[in-house]
């Protein structure tokens, strides 16, 4: 089984020419080269989101089955994840990374944004800087005369290392488009702002983030367009409309695949069995 790496496309070749029982999945809603290479050569072709069938070459069995979603998320308890994060009752909580090393313009745009909320107090706001933002965030909200030191309401880490809860507790969720990322927005049902990086193959995290907007279950902003009034007057609407925000997180759950694993590794284990008999 071939997850679209690049390394995978050869091997899957080689068991297809040896019909050794082979299968990929492919979880971006635009498909790698690699998963394209082997499109027509594998047994089964298991797709993350049906608008990545129209990228691919033609063949009638396609099988959407969802991403891999932990199961930690599923069970995460959303009133103890708030109490456990200091979220006060009928307080609206927000979550903010993007991405293990932190991107600037999304550092800038988020200390814009705390600028906004920090001093109404209305907001509980978790934001990861990512390593490179350490110090960046800081120093942006000093400029702005931000008083986020022992600020109850602002929670501002470098890395989120519990992320089931935070996602447990948050309303609202800032971040990137990457696929896991969008699996467990839409398997627990949050509104989100998607922010895609450019810097990844073939702009696949934009594909990724229309997907959610096409079906009205985020909002999207472009990293060339992002601006901190930009993200500012997104989370403004957003919040400000209770009910709206309640619509586009189910709208995000009827997307979700929660069960995704499972689904995997059905067709995993009849892909087995058939070529068993």
Same mark, same amino acid.
């Given at each position: 089984?071939?997850?679209?790496? &690049?390394? =995978? ?6 068991? @297809? #020419? ?7 999945? +492919? ?6 080269v690699s998963n394209r290479m082997v499109a027509q050569k594998v047994d089964k072709f298991l797709l993350a989101v049906p608008e990545a069938e129209k ?30 994060? %200091?979220?006060?009752?009928? !307080?609206?909580?927000?979550? =903010?990374?993007?991405? =293990?090393?932190?991107? !600037?313009?999304?550092?800038? #745009? /988020? ?19 990512? !390593? &490179? ?11 702005? %005369?931000? #008083? &986020? +030191?022992?600020?109850?309401? $602002? ?17 609202? /969720? ?5 696929? *896991? ?13 998607? *922010? ?8 696949? !995290?934009?594909?990724?983030?229309? /997907? ?5 279950? @985020? ?8 601006? %901190?009034?930009? $993200?500012?007057a997104a989370v403004k609407e957003m919040t400000a409309d209770p009910e709206k925000l309640r619509k586009i997180g189910l709208a995000a759950k009827a ?12 067709? $995993? ?9």
């Amino acid at each position: 089984m071939g997850t679209g790496s &690049y390394i =995978s496309a050869p091997i899957l070749l080689a068991a @297809a #020419a040896l019909r050794i029982p082979c299968m990929t999945h +492919e979880a971006n809603a635009l498909p790698g080269v690699s998963n394209r290479m082997v499109a027509q050569k594998v047994d089964k072709f298991l797709l993350a989101v049906p608008e990545a069938e129209k990228h691919l070459p033609p063949r009638p069995d396609y099988i959407v089955t969802g991403n891999p979603v932990r199961p930690e998320i599923l069970a995460a308890d959303r009133a103890a994840a708030r109490t456990h994060l %200091g979220v006060r009752a009928g !307080q609206l909580c927000l979550l =903010s990374f993007g991405g =293990s090393l932190g991107a !600037q313009t999304i550092n800038e #745009a /988020v200390a814009a944004l705390m600028a906004w909320h920090v001093p109404e107090g209305k907001l509980h706001h978790i934001h990861a800087t990512g !390593q &490179y933002g350490v110090e960046l965030l800081p120093r942006l909200l000093r400029e702005k %005369g931000v #008083a &986020y +030191e022992n600020n109850p309401n $602002l929670d501002i880490r470098e890395y989120i290392h519990d992320m089931p809860d935070c996602l447990a507790a948050a309303d609202l /969720v800032i971040a990137r488009a990457g696929a *896991i990322t969008l699996a467990e927005l839409t398997a627990v049902g949050r509104a989100s702002v998607l *922010i895609p990086s450019p810097n990844v193959a073939e702009n696949h !995290q934009y594909h990724n983030a229309m /997907v959610l907007a096409n079906h009205k279950a @985020a909002v999207v902003i472009e990293e060339k367009d992002l601006t %901190g009034e930009k $993200l500012v007057a997104a989370v403004k609407e957003m919040t400000a409309d209770p009910e709206k925000l309640r619509k586009i997180g189910l709208a995000a759950k009827a997307l979700g695949v929660p069960n995704a694993c499972g689904h995997i590794t059905d067709e $995993l284990l009849d892909l087995y069995k058939t070529h068993r008999k």
